[in-house]
Structures are given as C-alpha cells and as structure tokens.
C-alpha cells in the first residue's frame, strides 16, 4: 500500500485518467473530489463488500435452482 500525505486543496494522480483531490479535513473525516472517466465504478468499501456478497449469494441460488431442475427432469424422464 503507498501511503501519502496530503494536505487540503493538494492532488494525487492515478495514471491519466484519476485525480483524488483533498477537499475538506475536518477532525477524523476528510472530505475527497475523484475524478475518473466514467467507465470506472466507485465504491464505499462497504457498499462494495455488500454487491459481492449479493453476488455470490446470487451464484449459490441460481446453482440451487439448477439442481432442483436437474432433479425434477430426472424424475420425468
């Protein structure tokens, strides 16, 4: 992990398309400006962690349901 130190209204540039601007520090929250081209999704880490999740639950349901099919065309068969 880089770790930086920033000060308020300074920049870090990621490549040539992200800018992370420091807006605001106010006590223990500092405040950020992201700037990326629009293909590129952003995230809280903890909305992030949640899609995963939904996500793999999503897979398991879908192979659930897939063995259920399975074994109702085995019986009719």
């Known amino acids: 992990m880089l770790v930086l130190t920033r000060k308020q209204d300074e920049c870090i540039r990621i490549g040539d398309g992200i800018i992370i601007k420091i807006l605001e520090n106010s006590g223990s929250q500092v405040k950020l400006g992201i700037t990326v081209p629009r293909e590129i999704p952003i995230y809280r880490e903890e909305i992030y962690q ?5 996500n793999r639950e999503a897979i398991l349901s879908a192979e659930k349901k ?6 109702l065309t085995a019986h009719f068969k």
Do not use: P, Y
């Open 66 to 71: 897939s063995d259920i099919l399975n074994t």
């Open 50 to 54: 949640k899609i995963q999740q939904e």
